[in-house]
């Protein structure tokens, strides 16, 4: 389902949604790791305003309670995980982590 919502995006942005997830991804040199969690250590909060340009929706995946950070969240992932050659078990993964950060600590 995520999958497909980043693909919507994408097309909906002429392709620059993609653009801007392979822009982050490329900063960091996650495949030494092998942890697709490594690409997030260089995310700040212009790199959500960009994501959130590309789809013409400004400040609307700015904060941790805003459905929209996790679909860029998970996108981010997708695409680490794809070129680390990972497959579902590591995006289940994935959305499992992403997910669990905005759960409300009990």
């Known amino acids: 389902m995520h999958t497909l919502s980043g693909d919507i995006l994408d ?4 392709g620059e949604y993609h653009k ?3 822009k982050i991804v490329d900063r960091r040199s996650f495949l ?3 942890d697709w969690r490594v690409v997030f ?3 700040d909060q212009a790199d959500l305003e960009e994501l959130d340009h590309t789809i013409g929706a400004i400040g609307i995946g700015q904060g941790p309670e805003r459905a929209v950070v996790i679909q ?3 996108s981010i992932a997708f695409e680490a995980i794809d070129r ?3 497959g579902l078990p590591e995006k289940t993964d994935a959305y499992l982590w992403i997910d669990g950060l ?3 600590s009990h």
Do not use: D, E, N, V
């Not at 097309?11 to 002429?14: C, M, V």
């Open 11 to 14: 097309k909906y942005s002429h």
């Open 20 to 22: 801007a997830i392979c």
């Open 32 to 34: 030494r790791w092998r």
């Open 41 to 43: 250590t260089s995310l």
């Open 72 to 74: 860029h969240l998970l």
């Open 84 to 86: 680390q050659g990972g």
């Open 102 to 104: 905005h759960q409300p």
